[in-house]
């Protein structure tokens, strides 16, 4: 437990997108205290950091946005960070997805995490990787959130409270049944982004335009998201 709160505190990775904005208001409502990470990797679809600074703000939580773009200049051949490769359209499970897949993308960002829980003597790192992300991105795996969970207790031995956690409470759950939580905790929908080609508007093709519309159906919940195409 925090020595500086009575509720323990979680940082949480927030990317401004529908599953990390559902996590931080389940977390609260589970009684963490939170402090909000975000990552500046030289993503195309940046603008979806506009939306946590706004999450941040309605949660009235410490929000922390880290420059790692630099980095991201270095990661070519995804088309996430690399402006010569297109998103693909198509369904969030088929194989030319794997063109979205950002090298090493949720341990950078966990790491980050991770050390400013040391810092602030936290109790827990969350983030929202979810059944639906398994197929194609590998640091979203349950084989992968247990080697992390290691790993940072062998990296930062003694300087972890004895019950610090990795969490990862959608790891099972389908992007349905994400919608329907945050619908019961109230979440602004229409104040998250999903988009991978982050222009004015959803493009309601790429991949994780047609999964958030799937959800959103499956859910039995009005979907608020503009999409450019039906």
Not at 129 to 149: K, M, N, Q
Not at 202 to 224: I, K, L, M, Q
Request: glycine share 8%.
């Amino acid at each position: 437990m925090s020595t500086s709160t009575a509720h323990p505190t979680a940082i949480v990775v927030l990317s401004g997108g529908l599953d990390s904005t559902t996590l931080a208001y389940h977390l609260r409502d589970d009684g963490y205290d939170l402090r909000l990470l975000s990552v500046d990797y030289g993503q195309r679809h940046r603008r979806e950091l506009d939306f946590a600074v706004a999450t941040g703000r309605r949660l009235n939580a410490p929000h922390h946005v880290v420059d790692l773009s630099s980095v991201g200049l270095l990661l070519r051949g995804s088309a996430l960070t690399d402006t010569s490769v297109n998103v693909p359209d198509g369904h969030y499970t088929d194989t030319t997805m794997r063109i979205t897949v950002v090298p090493n993308r949720n341990a950078l960002m966990l790491d980050t995490a991770v050390a400013i829980a040391v810092t602030y003597r936290a109790d827990a790192v969350a983030f929202g990787a979810h059944s639906g992300d398994h197929t194609i991105y590998p640091d979203c795996r349950p084989v992968f959130l247990e080697a992390f969970r290691r790993s940072a207790q062998l990296g930062n031995e003694g300087a972890l409270h004895d019950a610090f956690q990795i969490m990862a409470p959608f790891l099972s759950w389908s992007k349905a049944d994400i919608v329907l939580r945050g619908a019961e905790l109230g979440v602004p929908f229409d104040d998250t982004w999903s988009c991978y080609r982050g222009e004015d508007v959803h493009c309601g093709g790429c991949g994780t335009c047609v999964e958030r519309r799937e959800a959103f159906a499956s859910a039995g919940v009005d979907d608020p998201t503009s999409y450019a195409t039906v």
